[in-house]
């Protein structure tokens, strides 16, 4: 990565450089220490050109709430499309996927909770990529939600995604991987057993992928849940235009089913916003940040009456909403009705994805003898958004509701802790990008982005 | 008001007069008639050399504020906590030494409440599994086996001091993150009395296997109290005990008793005058001894306990556990045994014992220096332990005190007492000497093997074979003719006064049993 520029979102820490993550709380704050990723690039002798603009605290689908102002998508539709004016970049790393989109820089860093780098690639048109969970060091990374929270990686194509996740194509196979390495700082990182027994399983994969260039053999299925009524048509053309090349290239394409996935995206919210409540509890203005002082006739005896002043000017309205519905999620009323309930639901979703893949997941059983499924799949396949990105105007107007549900597509993945690339598949029928995401076993990555790779090639080659 | 008065003085005689038929002679002459209940939850800092989550080194009490701190203990954004394996021994070690049954599995948990002590917002802690439960400590003096309920791990908050001048508060963030164990007992506990024994033995226990110093001065060791009371006749049955009130933060045994004491004559007077004790949670304040309302019932905060996603489970495998079983400290109870069978009567022991309660803890669970039993060990092994215990109880340790040294500031080495009491089973010093020597070497911190100083000093014994004892004894038959001619005469209890002669002539250095022997053979010539 020698010399190569990247970008870095403002929610992961640099000490040379301010990290915001969007808010007035952090706006002059500087990190004692860098994130390992950073540490990383830098050993690598990158090139880290700035820290990107986000949602708040990583909480958003348009990245729309950020001190700094909205992120405007780059992308320019052709002459002969609809003009409608400035479109949102998706959220929360609508920044990271702006910079690469634009050309500013090689590849830039994000975060992942619920699809914060998979929705502004799709929207962006750029390859963005969520890792196996525990696979990126989350050290330096500031937390929404640590159960959920990834490091994500945008590039405008799938092998330069593979350039700074794994080794580059060219370098040797004893030289180590650039972001995928373990770290010991993070006790969420993965020990490297697990990582090399997942390794192992998707080895024959990619081997036979790499130098065929064709999906022979390849199983890919594709979730029946995950076309909701609200996907738009143009998607669905665009998908299906995309599946049909697929089988052209020899994969086999079938249907699975997910059945759990229709609870997905409230359990999501409630765990989210459960532990993002907990994580944004440290933020009271005390020993860094932005501070209000209380005023004098305030009790200063009582501690929330005088941190309540540095939280509300502090914290934007999506945020402050997000902490009021996780606090609540927590307290003991509630607590068995949803947080309990939420992570049942988040081991019903895992289980979807286990049952349907023909690989076991590394982190559960035994890599000795796996076993393979004969009616599993190697890879699954869906549209990442349920539509282009929305303009400015109407992404601001959406009902809440409405803008949650931006993240149904991706949220499912991200409770079951799996890797998705989403990749760009070509222009709707507005000019603006389209998106489909892969998702693979836990610790296949590296398969993933070969995957990503040809998808990418295949929807390249019939746009000619 | 007056009626119920009367009613309830009818019913306190009733009582009165219950126990006075039942056989029952164990009654508290402070409050007739009431059973006092007590249940402490004890917090003692975990003696690693690093934090429990974090790095940075855990400090002492006096050090410079804020020098102890990393990035994690004081929330900065994108730090993450790291289990520092040795304060999970030291919290197993607990564990053993309290006869608790340490947990497979044990999982971390987030308590949330806004502090300025707690910089993230949320303290880390072991609400949903602990790391051990059950155990007991049996208490002689009280005669009472008090449950342990169970230890859990958990951070320790910042040190907040109030400045009335300026009226805010300064934040000291050296305690952040550091390791503790909660100790939560049963409510056994019958007296304040029994709560104090409770908390010296609970002290020891810990120290003996190095898991905390258990200082309660230093801040090392806290402990609140739950008080309520009863009429006597309820027993051991928990449904029929009283509404409790949590005192919190008492700094010393002796105020811990003071505080128990007055919040019980607090219950007491509050029913007496018909009123019902309200469940609260409560100060003690040492200039009025007496305690006061922090917070009631309805202000307790709802903690919004959570699984902490940062942490797995803490799975420990039988032959970890093992493992640390077998490579701690002796518990008292062993030590007691060995040495009672080393021939130490039980006196001796439990002496021993508590001149070793000195020693130093070290950290990580290594055994500190300045250990009387240790030095006894070492000093008696393969020699006689009683004299081996009386030279260093009764000689050194003696010494030690005149001068307010502690066993810990001992300078003699083990080699060296060794050395003087195989010169004296040798015969090669006289006892005399011995305690020469060894105030020698304790004032002037000699290095030098007590042989080597007894020929400097001119201390080795004087030869029975040489001529030196048949002149000395001469010579002190000159000095006193009366006495020797008593002792012609027979009278043999007068030698004793020649023998004084001899041994001042001498300097100490003859055999006092040769002299006498001598003396007894000349004069009887």
């Not at chain 1, 309540?308 to 902490?323: A, L, M, W």
């Not at chain 1, 507005?430 to 892969?438: E, I, K, N, T």
């Not at chain 2, 994108?78 to 053993?96: E, S």
């Not at chain 2, 007496?290 to 039988?318: C, V």
Request: glycine fraction near 6%.
């Amino acid at each position: 990565l020698s010399g190569r520029s990247v970008a870095v979102k403002d929610t992961i820490c640099t000490k040379d450089m301010k990290t915001t993550c969007s808010s007035a709380m952090l706006k002059e704050f500087q990190s004692p220490f860098d994130a390992t990723v950073v540490s990383i690039l830098r050993q690598q002798d990158a090139m880290l050109i700035g820290k990107t603009n986000c949602d708040e605290f990583g909480m958003g689908s348009h990245n729309l709430h950020s001190v700094h102002g909205p992120v405007v998508n780059p992308h320019v539709p052709p002459l002969t499309s609809v003009a409608s004016g400035k479109r949102s970049a998706g959220g929360s790393s609508g920044g990271s996927a702006a910079a690469v989109a634009a050309g500013l820089c090689y590849a830039a860093l994000s975060t992942d909770t619920g699809g914060s780098t998979r929705l502004p690639a799709a929207y962006c048109g750029v390859a963005g990529f969520k890792p196996s969970y525990g696979l990126i060091s989350r050290w330096g990374v500031v937390s929404f939600a640590d159960s959920l929270d990834c490091v994500g990686i945008l590039a405008r194509h799938s092998s330069e995604v593979k350039n700074v996740f794994g080794k580059h194509a060219t370098a040797h196979p004893l030289q180590p991987d650039v972001l995928n390495l373990y770290d010991p700082k993070d006790p969420t990182s993965a020990p490297t057993e697990v990582r090399n027994a997942a390794k192992q399983d998707s080895m024959s994969f990619r081997d036979a992928v790499r130098n065929r260039q064709r999906l022979d053999g390849v199983r890919i299925g594709i979730p029946e849940e995950y076309f909701p009524k609200e996907l738009e048509p143009s998607s669905l053309t665009t998908f299906k235009g995309l599946v049909q090349r697929l089988r052209t290239s020899g994969a086999q394409v079938s249907r699975v089913s997910l059945p759990n996935t229709r609870y997905a995206l409230s359990a999501y919210y409630v765990i989210a916003s459960a532990e993002a409540s907990s994580n944004l509890a440290r933020y009271t203005g005390v020993h860094y940040g932005t501070r209000v002082p209380a005023s004098h006739s305030v009790d200063k005896k009582k501690t929330s009456n005088v941190y309540s002043h540095t939280r509300s000017r502090g914290f934007g309205h999506e945020v402050q909403k997000r902490i009021l519905l996780g606090t609540y999620a927590l307290s003991a009323d509630a607590f068995d009705n949803y947080f309990l309930q939420a992570q049942q639901i988040r081991k019903l979703v895992r289980d979807d994805f286990e049952r349907v893949l023909r690989h076991p997941s590394a982190l559960s059983s035994p890599s000795k003898d796996a076993t393979l499924r004969r009616s599993g799949v190697d890879f699954i396949l869906y549209p990442t958004a349920i539509g282009s990105a929305p303009s400015l105007d109407e992404a601001k107007n959406m009902s809440e509701l409405e803008v949650y549900l931006q993240d149904v597509l991706t949220v499912p993945t991200s409770l079951a802790g799996l890797p998705t690339l989403s990749v760009p598949i070509g222009l709707g029928d507005d000019g603006w990008p389209l998106g489909a995401s892969l998702t693979g076993q836990w610790g296949h990555d590296e398969s993933v982005l070969e995957l990503g790779d040809i998808v990418e090639r295949v929807s390249r080659e019939s746009a000619l | 008001m007056f009626r119920r008065c009367v009613g309830f003085r009818r019913e306190i005689k009733r009582v009165i007069q219950l126990r006075t038929l039942s056989s029952d002679v164990s009654y508290d002459k402070r409050w007739p008639g009431w059973q006092v209940v007590v249940g402490l939850e004890v917090h003692a800092q975990l003696k690693s050399r690093a934090k429990l989550f974090s790095n940075s080194w855990t400090s002492t009490y006096d050090e410079v504020p804020n020098s102890h701190v990393a990035p994690f203990d004081a929330a900065f954004p994108g730090t993450l906590p790291k289990l520092n394996a040795n304060c999970v021994d030291l919290a197993l070690r607990a564990a053993f030494a309290l006869d608790s049954n340490p947990q497979r599995r044990s999982s971390f948990d987030r308590k949330h409440y806004f502090y300025s002590d707690l910089p993230s917002g949320y303290q880390i802690t072991q609400y949903y599994a602990p790391i051990s439960k059950g155990g007991s400590i049996y208490l002689p003096k009280s005669q009472r086996t008090v449950r342990i309920n169970q230890i859990q791990l958990e951070q320790d908050t910042a040190k907040t001091t109030f400045i009335p001048r300026a009226q805010s508060s300064t934040v000291d963030l050296n305690r952040a993150g550091s390791a503790l164990i909660e100790i939560v007992s049963e409510p056994d506990m019958r007296s304040p009395e029994e709560a104090g024994e409770y908390i010296r033995a609970l002290q020891l226990l810990l120290r003996s296997v190095a898991a905390s110093d258990c200082n309660m001065e230093e801040g090392s060791f806290r402990c609140d109290a739950n008080v309520s009371v009863c009429p006597k006749e309820a027993g051991d049955d928990v449904s029929n005990f009283g509404t409790r009130c949590e005192i919190k933060n008492l700094n010393s045994v002796k105020f811990m008793m003071i505080a128990i004491t007055a919040e019980v004559m607090r219950h007491i007077n509050i029913i007496s005058n018909g009123g019902k004790v309200s469940q609260e949670t409560r100060g003690f304040d040492e200039h009025t001894a007496d305690t006061y309302l922090l917070r009631s019932k309805e202000d307790a905060p709802d903690y919004r306990y959570m699984p902490d996603p940062n942490l797995p489970p803490l799975i420990l495998h039988d032959s970890y556990i093992m493992s640390v079983r077998e490579g701690m400290p002796e518990l008292p109870d062993a030590t007691r045994s060995r040495l009672l069978s080393r021939g130490l009567s039980e006196r001796d022991v439990e002496f021993l014992i508590s001149v070793d309660g000195g020693r130093e803890v070290g950290f990580d669970g290594k055994l500190g220096r300045g250990g009387a039993i240790a030095f006894f060990d070492l000093v008696s092994e393969g020699r006689d332990a009683k004299s081996a215990f009386n030279w260093i109880t009764h000689d050194l340790y003696g010494l030690l005190v005149v001068r307010s040294m502690t066993f810990k500031e001992n300078p003699i080495s083990v080699n060296q007492m060794r050395d003087l009491l195989d010169l004296l089973e040798r015969d090669q010093v006289t006892a005399p000497s011995a305690k020469i020597l060894l105030k020698h070497i304790v004032d002037s911190r000699s290095l030098e093997k007590p042989k080597v100083l007894a020929q400097k000093l001119g201390l080795m014994a004087l030869k029975e074979n040489a001529g030196q004892l048949e002149e000395m004894c001469r010579a002190a038959i000159d000095a006193l003719p009366e006495e020797a001619a008593v002792v012609r005469a027979g009278n043999e209890r007068v030698l004793n006064k020649l023998v004084g002669h001899v041994m001042r002539s001498s300097r100490g250095r003859a055999n006092a049993t040769a002299v006498h022997k001598k003396l007894r053979e000349m004069l009887q010539q």
